[in-house]
């Protein structure tokens, strides 16, 4: 299972393991003789399945990139506000980023180098992009695509030509 319905079921499970916490505590409370409110319960279950849920959201950024190999370097982080969770409007949560393994940069001919551009989506797949750069020429191509001119503050023109062996 993978998106969506993994979230969906890590979900329902939390809800069911508090419904059983606040079960037994709640039994354990008229056992002592106090009479709780009838609404804590689903309110109690309701109220840790949206927590989990935000907390999923923002914890799976840094659970994705700590799955990265040692020397990755995130690029680009993708935010996205969400209108079902109004709070992203305030601090909007990560939903994708690009990253970079330093040790798929290898040299192609005329001089040029490759790489390989991981595009990592919260709910969907990562997908390996295959980039060529000519640091020399301060061009970027993708995947049998037209050179084009390198954007000055490109961190993947940056990562593979400035930080690495290239000439830039």
Request: net charge negative.
């Given at each position: 299972m ?22 037994a505590?709640?039994?354990a409370i008229?056992r ?18 949206v ?24 690029l ?5 506000k969400?209108p079902?969770?109004?709070?992203t ?21 005329q001089?040029?180098?490759n ?18 750069f ?26 593979v ?8």
């Amino acid at each position: 299972m993978n998106g969506i319905g993994t979230d969906l079921l890590g979900v329902i499970a939390v809800g069911i393991g508090m419904a059983a916490v606040l079960y037994a505590g709640m039994h354990a409370i008229r056992r002592a003789g106090f009479s709780p409110a009838p609404w804590l319960l689903p309110a109690g279950i309701g109220l840790s399945m949206v927590v989990y849920s935000v907390y999923n959201d923002y914890s799976w950024y840094s659970r994705a990139v700590d799955q990265l190999p040692d020397d990755a370097q995130v690029l680009l982080v993708g935010r996205d506000k969400q209108p079902w969770a109004p709070w992203t409007y305030l601090v909007p949560v990560a939903m994708r980023f690009a990253a970079l393994d330093p040790a798929s940069i290898s040299d192609a001919p005329q001089g040029t180098r490759n790489a390989q551009i991981m595009l990592v989506e919260r709910r969907g797949q990562t997908v390996i992009v295959p980039q060529d750069f000519d640091c020399d020429g301060q061009r970027i191509r993708p995947a049998r695509g037209e050179w084009t001119a390198a954007q000055p503050d490109d961190p993947a023109y940056a990562a593979v030509c400035m930080d690495g062996a290239g000439n830039g």
